[in-house]
Nanobody
Framework: QVQLVESGGGLAQPGGSLRLSCAAS????????MSWYRQAPGKERELVAA????????NYADSVKGRFTISRDNAKNTVYLQMNSLKPEDTAVYYC????????????WGQGTQVTVSS
């Protein structure tokens, strides 16, 4: 059974940090591009960051470049999103997504974790 379980969300103050984790099971993690999306109330879901391999090949939305860092640990089947210098506009539900490297029609979503940035 495929599972993507996000954790680490919560309330943070502007300028603060949070680290999200997404633990994967039920598929061969290393065969998948891992990414983080977010969806704020009344807005469409948007790509935040993606990572292809452990060593590199990352991609970030312009709005988070220099503040967020995506990483993955294939031994732990986990992808992370380190979020620094948080802003109120980062408030959203954050979702983890796994897409097969060779079959983009094969993908899975996590259930999401709420991130709220407020003083």
């Amino acid at each position: 059974q495929v599972q993507l379980v996000e954790s680490g969300g919560g309330l943070a103050q502007p300028g603060g940090s949070l680290r999200l984790s997404c633990a994967a099971s039920g598929f061969t993690f290393s065969n998948y591009v891992m990414s983080w999306y977010r969806q704020a109330p009344g807005k469409e879901r948007e790509l935040v960051a993606a990572i292809v391999t452990v060593a590199g090949s990352t991609n970030y939305a312009d709005s988070v470049k220099g503040r967020f860092t995506i990483s993955r640990d294939n031994a732990k089947n986990t992808v992370y999103l380190q979020m620094n210098s948080l802003k109120p506009e980062d408030t959203a539900v954050y979702y983890c997504k796994a897409v097969h490297k060779l079959r983009v029609t094969l993908y899975y979503w996590g259930q999401g974790t709420q991130v709220t940035v407020s003083s």
